[in-house]
């Protein structure tokens, strides 16, 4: 399946099409509206006070309820943009946003209100094709979880057992100790306070891939495949797979995992490698971790450049903003990851 995205954050309207979707395949809306709504703003004190229904609109692809195997479009409302909030950044673009890439790629001609395309918004026709891509896998005993790993510094219990991921998905807050959840609110709300945002982490498993898909060739490779929707996710700054940065850490003995058989297949003890040995799938799940950056937009006045007579300046951002946008971005990653794993599969 492949997917384009469309829309801005304060156009009419965003959404998505998708094409290459298997025919016949039962469009849950139930299901689809619920991963929708794990992103949506406006829903507590943790995310920007936009308010959005995010409630999506098939235009195409459907019938009787089922897919029809062209091409699969969907659209959602924007309803609650505060556009004039955002005039300044015609000239003033905001240190860590794409507004001044944006500005010289697309020669000025680029929507700047609210990131135009560039905007987290653009992430619930994101989330609608995961869940479409959620619903194929589902077909073939696939299945996606994720938690929220760290935020500012605080970091949730290490997950031993990727099935427990698939639990988290009623959880507001997706988090194994509730604890560690509520320190990280805890940071997210301090820097709002401060005018400031926080960054943090998503530890992501697809369950139940195969072994022997991909290939060590760029086009094929299965970390390749996954790093490249992964990256499509705004704030995303860094992927690792498995132990990740932690290998640098480590010797061979310690990072290498162990070959068993159990129940008649070839399993390892340990999953340091992520589910991946040279660009193929070894069978175990494949884990990863995403980084994201805190939300360039902030409160604090910051030092820019006014594109207009080049002069520097200072600018405090205006608007509404997450202060944090890991907690909405799970969904995302998930997304994400389905998107992949239907592309590692070949569908």
Do not use: W
Request: aromatic share 6%; glycine share 12%; hydrophobic share 40%.
């Amino acid at each position: 399946m492949e997917y384009v995205i469309f829309g801005e954050s304060h156009g009419p309207a965003i959404g998505v099409t998708l094409t290459g979707v298997p025919a016949g395949l039962e469009l849950d809306m139930d299901f689809i509206q619920r991963q929708m709504d794990r992103r949506a703003p406006g829903r507590d004190a943790l995310s920007t006070a936009r308010r959005e229904t995010d409630v999506p609109t098939v235009l195409s692809g459907v019938f009787h309820g089922r897919t029809t195997g062209t091409p699969l479009a969907a659209v959602i409302p924007n309803a609650d943009q505060h556009s004039q909030d955002y005039r300044d950044l015609a000239h003033l673009p905001r240190p860590g946003h794409s507004d001044y890439a944006a500005f010289v790629r697309y020669g000025g001609a680029n929507d700047y209100r609210g990131g135009g395309h560039f905007s987290g918004r653009l992430t619930a026709p994101l989330v609608f094709a995961g869940a479409v891509a959620q619903l194929v896998l589902a077909q073939r005993g696939v299945k996606i979880g994720a938690h929220i790993s760290e935020i500012y510094g605080v970091s949730d219990a290490v997950c031993h057992d990727p099935a427990q991921l698939l639990d988290l998905r009623d959880k507001p807050f997706p988090v194994l100790d509730d604890e560690k959840g509520e320190a990280m609110r805890q940071a997210i709300l301090d820097a709002k306070a401060e005018g400031d945002s926080v960054g943090g982490a998503i530890e992501c498993a697809v369950i139940g891939l195969p072994a022997g898909l991909g290939d060590p060739d760029a086009g094929r490779n299965v970390e390749g495949i996954f790093s490249h929707h992964l990256f499509a996710v705004p704030a995303v700054k860094a992927v690792g797979f498995g132990a990740g940065v932690a290998f640098s850490y480590m010797r061979g003995s310690e990072a290498n995992d162990p070959f068993a058989v159990e129940d008649g297949a070839v399993v390892t003890r340990t999953n340091h490698a992520g589910g991946v040995n040279g660009g193929i799938t070894n069978g175990m799940p494949v884990v990863f971790e995403v980084t994201l950056r805190p939300t360039p937009s902030i409160a604090l006045p910051q030092q820019t450049v006014d594109l207009d007579d080049l002069s520097e300046t200072e600018y405090a951002v205006k608007g509404r903003h997450d202060p944090c946008v890991v907690q909405r971005a799970v969904p995302a990653i998930e997304a994400a990851a389905a998107l992949a794993a239907c592309q590692v599969l070949g569908l």
